[in-house]
Structure formats: C-alpha cells, structure tokens
C-alpha cells in the first residue's frame, strides 16, 4: 500500500480536521458558521467533521469540538502505525484518543475497538504515556478515506457562563446563535478588524464576540437595553464603556463588520420603512454585515443595496430566525 505523505512536517502543508456537533435545530446555523470560520465551500451534514487549512482555536464555535493537527496520514491503520513509530512527542507525557468523525462510509468500531486503536498507536509511539494527565492529547480518526494522527485540542464551552447574565431579556439571542453569527461576520478577527451591533440590546452579541477578542462595541437607542447592556458587560469583565446609547439611523463611524439582529417583540412588528431606514444605515456602517430576521428578508436587503453570500434558518420549536451574510 503506497503511503501518504505526513503533514505539519518540514515542507509539508498543514492541515487540520475538525469535528463538530450540534442540534438539528441549530444545524444550518452551525453549517453556516463552519463555512466562514474554516473558510470550506460546503459542510457535509453526512459526516461529522470538516476538513481545512485555517488554524482555528476549536473553542472559537459552540458546533466544535475537536481540532486534530493531522502530522501522519495513511490509507490503513497498520500502515498509521507504522508512521506512528517514527513519531517523537519530545518531552512530557502523552495520551492518544480515538476521535468519530462520523464518516459515512467507515466501518465505525466500537467501544472496545476504538480502544483496541488506542492501544494499537499509542504503543509505538515514542515517549511517555499518560492516561490521566497527559501533557499533550493525540487524536487517531478515519476522516477523508484515510486514517490520521495528530495533536489533538478539545473545545470547551465557553459561551455557558455567559448565560448567567444579571441582566437577561426573553427575546435576546442564545448564547450559541450570539457566537456562531460573530464568528461568521467576523471570522478572522485582528486588531485592525472593528465591528459593532448597532441595536445590541442586551449585549449578548458584543460579549461573545469580545471572548473571542473580536474588537467589536454596541449601540442602542433603548436607555434600559443599553444600561442593561453595560451591567451584562462589567460583570463578565468588559469595559461597560463599548456600549453606547445612540440611534442606528444617525449613527456614524466605520466597522468592518456588523451585526444586526433587527428589533421585535411578541406583539407587533417593526414597520416595512423603518426596517428598509435600518437596513440602509447598515450599509453606511460596514461593508460585511449578519442580519437576523423573523421572517425572509432576501428582497428587502437587495432593495437596500446588499447582496446575499449565504443564509441559514435557526427553529425553536415554532419559531424561526433568518440569519443572513450581507455584503455590499
């Protein structure tokens, strides 16, 4: 069997294979947000992973929850094995783990395979293991049609602790869509990206996206929402002074990105001119936009001056939110 080459190696082109997860609710969303966070065309719902050349902290995504760094790749577990025996961890110690990557067309093994794996590699790997507190985790997975070993990262669910805000709104986004939709407006974040929500209420939306170092500020014209805002700011640690009460429609300044989940309640909805007035401001503010809907909004945003780069529909059970990436 001929081998493939290894990755992350001298000369070699990294790579990196993510496994993900999510409820079927949230399942669009979380394909929407893989493909602007790991810069991939499409997500195959059939298999759990995805395959890409951007380096991604796998606690970015609340859909992530592995990152392997494949080093040794070979079309048989044998032949892994092989690869693996020339493989030094250098110092400390190390524990390999069998990840699912949930692909179609493998034979999956089960509980007592997937440690029969373990064993297999993690016996000629060269170093110490450790079972309990490795220095290092290494992932063997079947993913693209071939078997892979690398360094393995877990993700861990930050956005969790940002649910006990002390100031909580019932209409607000979850924690997971207030993630994913900073992570597709802003994907690459640095320090000359600005962003902003312009009618951030809460602040759901700013935090998580401040977590992940997003430099992004809010806005609103709702004194409560924006002192609320503040409050839901200081007490995660963030300077309450990147929210600012001010209206959207005569709001000036440059960003890079926005987001914009367009105000409603329960009992009326925003009036179609005041809706087409918002939308245009967005167009002064940022080129790049996510807009969040609760209803189709396709014709409205190109009436408005935006093209459509993708889209996604996020349920709770009768509900539904229209979630789209705008661009100018």
């Given at each position: 069997?001929t081998?493939?080459h290894?990755l992350?190696?001298?000369?070699?082109e990294?790579?990196?294979v993510?496994?993900?997860?999510?409820h079927e609710?949230?399942?669009?969303l979380?394909r929407?947000?893989?493909?602007?966070?790991l810069?991939?065309?499409?997500?195959?719902?059939?298999?759990r992973y995805?395959?890409?050349?951007?380096?991604?902290?796998p606690?970015?995504?609340p859909?992530?929850?592995m990152?392997?760094?494949v080093?040794?790749?070979h079309a048989?577990?044998?032949g892994?094995?092989?690869?693996?025996?020339?493989l030094?961890?250098?110092?400390g110690?190390?524990?390999?783990?069998?990840?699912d990557?949930?692909e179609?067309s493998?034979?999956?093994?089960d509980?007592?395979?997937?440690?029969a794996?373990?064993r297999?590699?993690?016996?000629?790997?060269?170093?110490?293991a450790?079972m309990r507190?490795p220095?290092?985790?290494?992932?063997?997975?079947f993913?693209?049609g071939?078997?892979?070993?690398?360094t393995?990262?877990e993700g861990?669910?930050?956005?969790?602790?940002?649910?006990?805000?002390p100031?909580?709104?019932?209409?607000?986004?979850g924690?997971?869509?207030?993630?994913?939709v900073a992570?597709?407006?802003?994907p690459?974040p640095?320090?000359?990206?600005?962003?902003?929500?312009?009618?951030?209420?809460?602040g759901?939306v700013?935090?998580?996206?401040?977590s992940?170092g997003?430099r992004m500020?809010?806005f609103?014209?709702?004194?409560?929402?924006a002192?609320?805002?503040?409050?839901?700011?200081a007490?995660?640690g963030?300077?309450?002074?990147?929210?600012?009460?001010?209206?959207?429609?005569t709001?000036e300044?440059?960003?890079?990105?926005?987001?914009l989940?367009?105000p409603?309640n329960?009992?009326?909805?925003?009036?179609d001119?005041?809706?087409?007035?918002?939308?245009?401001?967005?167009g002064?503010?940022a080129p790049?936009?996510?807009?969040?809907?609760?209803?189709?909004?396709?014709e409205k945003?190109?009436?408005?001056?935006?093209?459509?780069?993708?889209?996604?529909e996020?349920r709770?059970?009768q509900f539904?939110?229209?979630?789209?990436?705008v661009v100018q």
């Open positions: 069997m081998e493939l290894p992350n190696q001298p000369g070699g990294s790579s990196y993510y496994v993900w997860a999510c609710d949230e399942r669009e979380c929407m947000e893989l493909r602007a966070l810069a991939v065309p499409a997500v195959d719902e059939r298999d995805v395959e890409s050349k951007v380096d991604v902290t606690s970015r995504s859909f992530l929850k990152k392997i760094a080093q040794l790749q048989t577990l044998e892994l094995a092989g690869l693996a025996s020339g030094d961890i250098g110092g110690t190390f524990k390999v783990r069998y990840v990557a949930g179609s493998a034979a999956k093994p509980y007592d395979g997937q440690r794996i373990e297999r590699i993690g016996a000629v790997v060269r170093g110490r450790d507190h220095d290092k985790l290494l992932g063997v997975a993913a693209g071939r078997w892979l070993l690398g393995a990262i861990e669910a930050v956005w969790l602790q940002h649910n006990n805000k100031r909580p709104y019932s209409t607000a986004l924690t997971r869509v207030a993630r994913a992570n597709i407006a802003v690459r640095s320090d000359e990206i600005k962003a902003v929500d312009p009618c951030c209420g809460i759901t700013v935090i998580e996206a401040l992940m997003i500020r809010g609103d014209r709702n004194p409560l929402a002192i609320g805002a503040r409050e839901n700011l007490h995660f963030y300077s309450p002074s990147l929210i600012i009460k001010a209206d959207m429609l709001l300044g440059e960003y890079a990105a926005a987001v989940d367009l409603y329960l009992c009326s909805r925003l009036p001119e005041e809706e087409r007035a918002m939308l245009r401001s967005l002064r503010l790049r936009a996510v807009v969040i809907a609760t209803e189709p909004l396709a945003l190109a009436e408005c001056g935006w093209s459509v780069a993708d889209r996604c996020v709770k059970s539904v939110r229209y979630v789209y990436l």
